[in-house]
Structure formats: C-alpha cells, structure tokens
C-alpha cells in the first residue's frame, strides 16, 4: 500500500492577494465594525465568568441569561448610587461654572501680567501667546454644544454593543466549531495552534487591563474623597476608563484632578497632592498589579508598546488607541508561530538536548 | 422535581463529554469539576472515512483523543509503501509527544471511518498547568509513566530481536 505524502508548503501569490484586498476592504468599512469589536472584547471579557459555570454543568444560554441579569441588576444598583453623586456634582458645577470661569480669566489676567513684567519682550510673547491660543480656543467654546451632540451617537453603542455581545457570547462555541469543521483536517492542528496561542496571550491581557481600569477607577475615588476635591467621582470614572489606553488613566487623573483640586482651593499644594496620589496610583499599578497580570500575558518591549499606540491612533483615532495593544499582541503571536512552523519545518529549531539520554532505561 | 430541575439546568451533552474523559485513565482520580475545567480547553472535529489527520513530518500541535470511530496510524517505509503501525478505537489517544516538544510527527493518522476527535493543544496544556495546577500535574504525571513504560517495552523488544543497547554513559 502506497503511503501518504508531504507536500512541502509553497507561498502563493493569489491567496497574499486576497488577503491584502481583505484587509484594505476591512479598513474602508472600519467605522461599521467599532460596534462589532466592541461586542467581541466584551464577550471575551465575560467569557471566563460563563466557562466557570459551564465547567459545573450548566447549560450556556442559562448562564449568559442569568449574567445578564446580574449585571443588569449591578448597574441599576450603581445607578442607585452613581446618579444622586453625579447629579450633585452636576449641580455643583452648575452653581460654580461663573466662578471658574472667573477664576481661570483671573488667573491667565495674572500669569499675562507677569510675564509682561518680568520676561524680556513680555508684550510681544504674550501677544503671540493669545494669538496662537486663548483666540483659537475662545472661537471654538460656541461650538462646544455641538461638539457635545456630535457625542450622542456614541452613546447609542451602550444599547448595541450588549445587545450584539449577547449573541456572541450564545453562539461563539458554534462559531468556533462550525470554523474547525471547515478547516481543511491537515491544518486543523496549525490553525487551532495559533488560535490558543493568540487566545492564551490575549484573553490575559484584555481582562488583565479591566482589572487595572477598575483598581484605578476605585482607588482615584477613595484618593480624591480623602482629599476633599470635588468631582471625586467624575474625575475617578474619567481616570479609570482612560486606563483602557495605558498609562493614561493616571496621566488624566492628574490632569483633571489637579485642574480641579486648583481651581477649587486657590493653592499649588492642592494639585500637587492629587499628582501625588496619581503618582502613588500608578507605582501601585506598576509594582502590584501589572507584575500578576503580565505573568501570563504576552510581553511587549516598551517601544512597540509605544509604536503601536501611535500607530492605532493615526490609522484608527480614538478606536485605534484603545485596540492598538491587543492588535500588536494578535501580530507578535501570528509572527512567533510563523517563526516557529518556518524554523521547525526547515529543521533550523535546535532539538531538545538532555544530559543522561545515552543511558539505558533501567 | 429536583431531577426536572436539574434536567432543564445541566447540559446533558457536556456531561456524557465529561463522563467520557473520566473512563480514560490519563485523566484518573480528577473531580467533575476538574474534568469540566480540561473539556473547555478540548476542541472537538469529526473527521470522514479517508481524512488526513496529520502526516508524517508534520510539525506536531496537539493531543488527540478518539471519542469515536476508527484512527488507523501508519508510518512510511523504504520504497513509500505504509507500514501499519496501530488501529486506534473509542478512548485512544495518540500524539502526546505534542505536548512535551515541537518535533516532526512520526508517523501518518488516518480516519478509516467517521470518527469524533478531541484535541489538546499545548498552549492549553500550559494554560491547565497556571491555572489549574492539580489537573496539568495529573496529565504530565501521566504522560511520564507512559513515556516509561513505552520505554521499557522498547528496551525489552530490542532484547527480545536481538539488538545491542548502546550502553555507553558520558564519560
């Protein structure tokens, strides 16, 4: 009987093509998709939850109904709770909007004034300084409420991307399955490989950084609380969502945090204290929680970290910020497997050397 | 009342899955929940009367356990005529070797009827290992005493046709 033979894989122009056509089509309609890779990182993240439970038996669609209904009830408890804070710090805003904007006309009054008097051709720096930005900045506040509409259509994604991550997190197993079915049975094993790399090195990292936006998030509030700045809890929201984007939770809270701490209590020592606690924030981050996190997660060298996020946002704007780590993440594992099957399948990978194998079993 | 409660909450087809690992003795003296934890890593495919399932020289990835059907495993010999090397049925698993080292596989896999497999992949296996440390131990452990026994068995047939072990330890 003729045995079964190896056909030594060739490139092939026409599929390198068609994947290239694939992706620039997935660029044009990126826009559509947001909501979609949206649903999926938030099934992935509610995922672990519904294994957990799956583990013990339960029958999926049970689970994923009664999570729903849990975190419904979670999010009308913190609304509860969120909303009268919320409002007073709205109110709050509201009754103090004059003085601010007193304050801020007051204070760039004096730093102008000091600059006239003490800087070397103060008139004219000052002069410029208006020119390039309070007159920009004063032509773009009438735009502001439509700005702030132009916002509205977002928050039609807090109805639709539960709504879509419902049906992902129902049939993703069917998905998964009816993908292996499909897969050509000699390149199953490769295919499935470089999804468990891919979901191993992700699935860590997506969930390690919700932890991470969540610690921020209640650790900036019990901070700012301590220290009697008002807006404690926007500040703390605004500081924990930007942690998606890593490395700018900490850096906003400072920002707005210390804005507030200023304006609020007329002292340097104020804002100062909150960049303290921000800065204590992320050496915490950084000493307690990102060593637990990145045990399991794929490591990225600070400078790809770094030309990742620059180049998600110049392709993707915001969305490319916030899915530029896991994109590089996905491309790293692709590479490594693709570095692996090319070295094993011309025989370059060194092979396993033990000491001791030249002595008999015994 | 209770069983038609429990009958409308527990998924029966993961169950019998479950119940299926427990009868293979590499997944010996785990609990339920242990074992439900490893089916979630388990990829299941049916392969038809004829397919491919890996051949010899493909860099190996998984663990396969035959669920059900018929798993034939040949190896090429000189002159590309297959030797038949096993007939694997219901509760075989084969390609182990895929979890401990990437290597070559060494010999062909082939469906020779309708066959369910489960698969493992090595990145799973770790995965087991961090997170559920009591179930990955188990598997290696098991994996070990196979390896010693498949050894032993080597060493007693090379006696058995005659072969001289190289028993020549470093110096």
């Known amino acids: ?73 979670g ?72 700005y702030i509409l132009g916002l509205f259509p977002l928050l039609s994604l807090i109805f639709l991307v539960p709504f879509i991550a419902f049906f992902v997190l129902m049939d993703s197993e069917n998905f998964l399955q009816d993908a292996v079915q499909i897969c050509p049975s ?30 921020i998030g209640v650790a900036s509030y019990i901070g700012l609380m301590a220290l009697g700045v008002d807006y404690a809890l926007a500040v703390a929201t605004l500081s924990g969502v930007s942690s998606f984007i890593p490395y700018l939770g900490a ?112 | 009342m209770l069983d038609k409660l429990r009958a409308f909450f527990i998924d029966k087809q993961f169950v019998s899955k479950r119940d299926f690992l427990k009868s293979l003795s590499i997944f010996k003296g785990l609990s339920n929940r242990e074992l439900g934890y490893l089916l979630q890593m388990f990829h299941s495919r049916t392969y038809h009367e004829g397919e491919t399932l890996f051949l ?23 002159g590309g005529t297959a030797q038949k090397l096993a007939d694997l049925g219901p509760g075989s698993f084969f390609g182990e070797m895929a979890l401990l080292e990437h290597l070559p596989r060494s010999a062909n896999a082939v469906a020779r009827e309708r066959s369910v497999l489960l698969l493992l992949y090595r990145s799973k296996l770790e995965d087991i290992l961090h997170h559920h440390p009591r179930v990955g131990v188990a598997i290696m452990t098991h994996l070990a005493r196979l390896l010693s026994a498949r050894l032993r068995k080597a060493s007693e047939n090379m006696v058995t046709f005659g072969a001289e072990p190289r028993a020549q330890a470093p110096a």
Request: glycine share 8%.
């Open chain 1, 1 to 73: 009987m003729e045995g079964p033979r190896r056909k030594t894989p060739q490139f092939s122009w026409p599929a390198f093509f068609t994947a290239v056509a694939v992706l620039y089509f997935l660029y044009k309609i990126h826009v559509v998709l947001i909501p979609f890779v949206l649903s999926f990182a938030l099934a992935y993240l509610m995922n672990p939850v519904i294994h957990h439970f799956e583990a013990h038996g339960f029958r999926r669609e049970h689970v994923v109904l009664g999570l729903y209904c849990v975190i419904a009830a």
């Open chain 1, 75 to 146: 999010i009308a408890a913190a609304a509860n709770f969120m909303l009268p804070a919320m409002m007073n710090e709205l109110d709050l805003l509201q009754g103090r909007a004059g003085i601010y904007y007193a304050a801020i006309q007051q204070t760039f009054s004096t730093l102008q004034d000091e600059a006239v008097r003490r800087l070397p051709f103060g008139q004219h720096i000052v002069e410029r300084m208006s020119l390039k930005m309070y007159n920009p900045l004063m032509e773009q506040l009438p735009k502001l409420p439509s």
């Open chain 1, 186 to 215: 000699r390149h199953v094993e490769q295919v499935l490989h470089i999804f468990s790399e891919i979901d191993t090195s992700l699935g860590n990292y997506v969930r390690g950084i919700l932890i991470v936006a969540a610690a």
């Open chain 1, 251 to 362: 850096v906003m809270g400072a920002v707005v945090g210390g804005g507030v701490a200023f304006f609020q209590f007329h002292t340097f020592w104020a804002p100062l204290k909150v960049v303290i606690l921000f800065f204590g924030i992320r050496l915490a981050d950084e000493a307690l929680l990102q060593p637990l996190i990145s045990r399991h997660s794929m490591h990225l060298h600070p400078l790809l970290f770094l030309l990742a996020l620059m180049v998600g946002g110049k392709i993707f704007g915001f969305v490319g910020l916030l899915f530029a780590v896991p994109a590089a993440c996905i491309l790293k594992a692709l590479i490594g497997v693709a570095w692996d099957y090319y070295s094993t399948q011309i025989q370059t990978a060194p092979r396993m050397t033990l000491d001791g194998t030249e002595i008999p079993y015994v």
């Open chain 2, 56 to 78: 010899e020289g493909d860099i190996g990835r998984a663990l396969f356990i035959v669920e059900s059907g018929r798993i034939e495993l040949t190896k090429n010999g000189p």
